[in-house]
Nanobody, 124 residues
Framework: QGQLVESGGGLVQAGGSLRLSCAASGRTFGTMGWFRQAPGKDREFVTYISRSGGATSYADSVKGRFTVSRDSAKNTVYLQMNSLKPEDTAVYYC???????????????????WGQGTQVTVSS
């Protein structure tokens, strides 16, 4: 069994930065993603990173502002968020994919491990 634990969320003013961490334990994970869910909205894709870190993809809404990275030695994935906007306010979830799936990496159904989430609030 594996586990994902997010940290680093908090309250920040618009234009500020935060770095989220997702610490994995219990096993080694391959492709990992970040999703977010705002109140009353569906959980949406933010970014993913491949096992090697050589492949990444971002939602248009965060492209150029967010950067995903991973430290294999620490079994941790990071999400650096810069130039934050009030519309970035959401619970951010880390996810991992360990099984072969026909679902895309842009969909929640493409992942079978999830963290508990960390709240990010951006004030205007």
């Amino acid at each position: 069994q594996g586990q994902l634990v997010e940290s680093g969320g908090g309250l920040v003013q618009a234009g500020g930065s935060l770095r989220l961490s997702c610490a994995a334990s219990g096993r080694t994970f391959g492709t990992m993603g970040w999703f977010r869910q705002a109140p009353g909205k569906d959980r949406e894709f933010v970014t993913y990173i491949s096992r090697s870190g050589g492949a990444t993809s971002y939602a248009d809404s965060v492209k150029g502002r967010f950067t995903v990275s991973r430290d294999s030695a620490k079994n941790t994935v990071y999400l650096q968020m810069n130039s934050l906007k009030p519309e970035d306010t959401a619970v951010y979830y880390c996810a991992a994919r360990t099984v072969i799936s026909s679902s895309t990496l842009y969909s929640t159904s493409g992942y079978n491990y999830w963290g508990q989430g960390t709240q990010v609030t951006v004030s205007s």
